[in-house]
């Protein structure tokens, strides 16, 4: 059985900061692509940061500079540093596991992120 489980969401202040984990069961975590996905209300589910399975990463423009994404395969885990939050971070975000040959695609079932003051 295959789970992503996300943890890390909360409330957090303007310019604050928070760390999100995502860790894997009951896949081949090191041919997986890694992502992070956020939805807001109204709004599609837009991707945030992707990782490799060689460490190759991909950030939406609005958040490059202020979030990073890593991965420790042993722990079978992946991990969103997000600093400098603003408002418009606000969203239920999920954690994707893709298959690096597009068999499988798998997601988390979300952790909820909001910045306000």
């Known amino acids: 059985q295959v789970q992503l489980v996300e943890s890390g969401g909360g409330l957090v202040q303007p310019g604050g900061s928070l760390s999100l984990s995502c860790t894997a069961s009951g896949i081949t975590f090191s041919l997986n692509t890694m992502g992070w996905y956020r939805q807001a209300p109204g709004k599609q589910r837009e991707l945030v940061a992707s990782i490799t399975s060689d460490d190759s990463t991909n950030y939406k423009d609005s958040v490059k500079g202020r979030f990073t994404i890593s991965r420790d395969n042993a722990k079978k885990t992946v991990y969103l540093q997000m600093d400098s939050l603003t408002p418009e971070d606000t969203a239920v975000y999920y954690c994707?596991?893709?298959?690096?040959?597009?068999?499988?695609?798998?997601w988390g079932q979300g952790t909820q992120v909001t910045v306000s003051s």
């Open positions: 994707n596991a893709r298959h690096i040959w597009g068999i499988t695609n798998y």
